[in-house]
């Protein structure tokens, strides 16, 4: 049995070659993984999660500096061109530690590594490296593209996508910005920390933070708004864009008013696509689209093919990549072994670094909306940062957690938090969500470090609530 990966440097590719690497010999005769990254690592390394967090870490130290009373002076300015060399320094490393895996695995019998692009022939017939390779099982693990939205002028004018702004070594003084969700959430104060004193949002909705209990996205904007001095509108759709002698010009409609912005620069934050352009899929008789891609990770069109990770536009988050590669691989096993594959399931578990990742937001499991949509009955509970003395101590007072949980049985089914330390308190809340404890059986005890003293009491409060 023949088995090829395109798109293996990527987290959800290396994850199913590790995992199929194993069986190579016994089910798989040849295993052939495909990327032409340049250099390669994936998209996690170079331009997603890892760069962006070390540029968030320089707007902390910033934000945290120019907001603590107990410090004179004016607040140190970020150095970019130390900034970006740290981050290239950094990920440069952590990009070869990848391709060493891979090309390690490449060193097995029966498997290789082709450095090239790869396209398709037909039903699992690929094109790559001058040769036509027939394998009997595909996993197309190639990632994501910046997607780009067709507005009115937008291929007139220059613009910043996330990936400029973590390259930049310098900053328009004003920008305006298309795209509130993950990645302009997280970029936004790092503009402001940089430079960017006159920084415009264009937010479609009442409140960023979709995923999120309205009150979250209510606390979002308040702390953007004050803390940052970002102006947001609401309610905002873009309608046109064009080149001005100074750089652009953004119309858009605001609550049924037209309004224009101008600005030196235009940041370009509107999400990602699954990077499927050159695979000439209709060759394989894949057509991508709206659910596309089964629960088992096969494709409808063909169950012999596999897509992972952000190529099939399920949910483009890193741990979420690594853990479909995982179960394509067994999936492609059951498969052949003539069994039944099992879907991929994941409780809901998302973090972003909001706040220059001073206040990130976190959800594990259900939200309050949620928990009401899925018809559940349940109890929730809330708490305010502020009234946690330890918040006050570290001079980041402000946020929430919420806590919602079974109200007969006490199961704890979800957790958000927008607030200090919220991201080191997603895991330990993942594991409560996944194994499904009783909120009554946590211990209620003093914590070390004291932080999480905000979760001991949503605790104690929903405790007291169940039935």
Avoid at 159 to 167: C, I, K, M, P, R
Avoid at 177 to 202: H, K, Q, S
Avoid at 266 to 275: A, H, K, S, V
Wanted: aromatic share 6%; hydrophobic share 40%.
């Amino acid at each position: 049995m023949h088995v090829v990966i395109i798109g293996a440097y990527g987290s959800a590719g290396v994850a199913a070659a590790e995992a199929l690497s194993e069986h190579v010999g016994d089910w798989i005769d040849r295993l052939t993984m495909i990327d032409d990254g340049e250099p390669g690592g994936g998209l996690c390394i170079l331009r997603g999660c890892m760069p962006s967090k070390e540029v968030l870490s320089a707007a902390a130290h910033r934000y945290q500096a120019r907001h603590d009373p107990r410090l004179d002076g004016e607040p140190p300015r970020l150095n970019l061109e130390t900034v970006v060399a740290t981050k290239d320094r950094h990920t440069a490393a952590f990009a070869a530690h990848r391709r060493a895996a891979v090309h390690q695995l490449a060193e097995l019998d029966g498997v290789e590594f082709v450095h090239d692009a790869a396209r398709f022939l037909g039903d699992r017939v690929v094109a790559v490296d001058d040769r036509e390779v027939e394998t009997d099982y595909v996993v197309l693990a190639t990632g994501s593209t910046v997607n780009v939205p067709d507005l009115p002028g937008i291929d007139e004018v220059d613009y910043l996508t996330s990936a400029d702004v973590l390259d930049a070594t310098e900053l328009p003084e004003s920008g305006v910005v298309m795209g509130f969700g993950y990645v302009g959430v997280e970029l936004v104060p790092y503009l402001v920390e940089a430079g960017v004193a006159d920084l415009t949002v264009i937010e479609h909705d009442d409140r960023p933070l979709d995923e999120a209990d309205p009150a979250y996205g209510d606390e979002l904007l308040e702390l953007y708004r004050e803390e940052f001095g970002v102006e947001i509108l609401t309610n905002a759709t873009e309608e046109a864009v064009e080149p001005t002698d100074d750089g652009v010009r953004l119309r858009v409609d605001v609550a049924g008013e037209s309004r224009a912005i101008d600005a030196e620069a235009l940041f370009l934050f509107t999400g990602r696509r699954p990077n499927l352009d050159g695979l000439e899929l209709a060759n394989a008789s894949l057509s991508p689209g709206e659910g596309w891609v089964t629960d088992t990770m096969q494709a409808v069109d063909d169950e012999r093919t596999f897509v992972v990770g952000d190529a099939n536009g399920r949910e483009p988050i890193l741990h979420v990549a690594k853990e479909q590669g995982y179960k394509a691989a067994e999936n492609l096993l059951a498969h052949a072994r003539g069994e039944a594959p099992d879907p991929y399931e994941n409780v809901h578990h998302h973090v972003i670094f909001s706040g220059a990742a001073v206040y990130p937001y976190v959800r594990v499991g259900h939200s309050v909306e949620s928990a009401e949509e899925a018809g559940l009955d349940y109890v929730d509970v809330s708490r305010r940062a502020e009234d946690d003395g330890v918040f006050k101590t570290k001079n980041a007072p402000r946020g929430r957690a919420s806590l919602v949980v079974d109200a007969e049985d006490g199961t704890v089914l979800g957790y958000q938090g927008l607030h200090y330390h919220a991201d080191v308190m997603a895991k330990t809340m993942q594991v409560v969500v996944e194994l499904g404890l009783d909120v009554r059986d946590l211990p209620n005890r003093a914590y070390h470090p004291t932080t999480p003293e905000i979760l001991d009491a949503l605790f104690r409060a929903a405790s007291a609530k169940v039935r």
